[in-house]
């Protein structure tokens, strides 16, 4: 076998083959004419290695803690709808088929109380590689950070929004949808959270950013072809407002000047990380346009999947 030095091309191709072939229930020999790959315990590794790899999927329908328009609550159905809807098919753009296999759907969540987001998320994290949660106003993010910090650690997160979402409170509550991240980086629940598609930033907004040193690519200064690069497995927190109105019209804040939609699928498909977790949040289907919103997130969603499956 040819031994690759660590930072090299084949160190990381090969790392990567065993990871895939470890999930598959595989496991390596050497031969003489190389590594081997060999499935023990046939037939249960066999039935093991042909099961599909499954990303937990939740909905979260949840608005109490939105400050402007209600409505994001019955996002979660319309965003599957559009993902399993004929006018489309199940391919993202890499070319891999991401069918209704791929997930491990546990359905829609009706929350009473704000904290219950927590418990539900922790409950579902163990049910997939990794969870996604469709919401739900941006104030779910913190409740389901704290579920991944319990079992991973400080998070590194790539928050995608209009707004950067640090007040210290909004209108009397310390978790409306205006103030998760302030409450992640107050917790201390994220190594780092590079927040990109800014453009709303008040100057209290400013000293929170400074204060918890997040990482702010505003639209103003925005390069697409230069966005920090992570060292380590990620979060991705897709604010839908973060896209132009004219691209994602259904939400609740209008946001002039934004992302386009190629520019944000760009960004996800650049990732060169794992993806653990995320959600997509802030759809409000009482603003969009014949579904074309839900149609967004869900091809969002399934670029986002394709790229928690791909280490
Ligand atoms: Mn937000
Ligand atoms: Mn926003």
Not at 35 to 41: E, F, G, H, L, Q
Not at 57 to 76: E, N, R, T, V, W
Not at 107 to 136: P, R
Not at 242 to 252: E, I, M, N, Q, Y
Request: net charge negative; with cysteine.
């Amino acid at each position: 076998m040819q031994i690759a030095c660590k930072d090299s091309f084949y160190y990381r191709i090969q790392w990567n083959m065993l990871d895939r072939m470890l999930r598959r229930g595989m496991y390596a020999v050497n031969s003489q004419e190389g590594i081997a790959w060999k499935r023990p315990y046939w037939p249960f590794f066999s039935i093991l290695g042909t099961m599909q790899r499954q990303i937990a999927l939740q909905g979260i329908c949840y608005d109490s803690k939105a400050s402007y328009l209600k409505g994001a609550a019955l996002a979660p159905p319309l965003i599957r709808k559009a993902y399993h809807s004929a006018s489309s098919n199940y391919f993202p753009e890499s070319g891999t088929e991401l069918g209704p296999g791929v997930f491990n759907d546990l359905g829609d969540f009706t929350i009473a109380d704000y904290f219950d987001i927590e418990q539900v998320s922790a409950e579902n994290l163990g049910k997939g590689e990794g969870l996604v949660s469709l919401g739900g106003d941006h104030s779910i993010t913190y409740p389901i950070v704290r579920a991944f910090h319990k079992l991973y650690g400080p998070l590194q997160i790539l928050h995608i929004d209009a707004h950067a979402d640090l007040y210290d409170e909004f209108n009397g509550d310390r978790y409306s949808h205006a103030c998760p991240f302030a409450r992640i980086m107050e917790n201390q629940l994220a190594s780092r959270l590079v927040q990109v598609g800014l453009r709303t930033l008040s100057s209290h907004q400013r000293d929170q950013a400074r204060k918890y040193k997040v990482e702010c690519i505003e639209m103003k200064d925005l390069n697409i072809a230069q966005l920090p690069e992570f060292n380590g497995p990620i979060y991705i927190s897709l604010d839908m407002d973060a896209l132009d109105p004219a691209f994602a019209p259904g939400v609740s804040h209008h946001e002039p000047g934004g992302l386009d939609t190629r520019q944000l699928i760009h960004m996800v498909q650049k990732l060169n990380v794992p993806v653990i977790g995320a959600d997509i949040v802030e759809y409000n289907p009482l603003r969009d346009n014949n579904d074309m919103t839900a149609m967004v997130c869900a091809k969002l969603l399934k670029e986002i999947v394709d790229k928690m499956l791909e280490k």
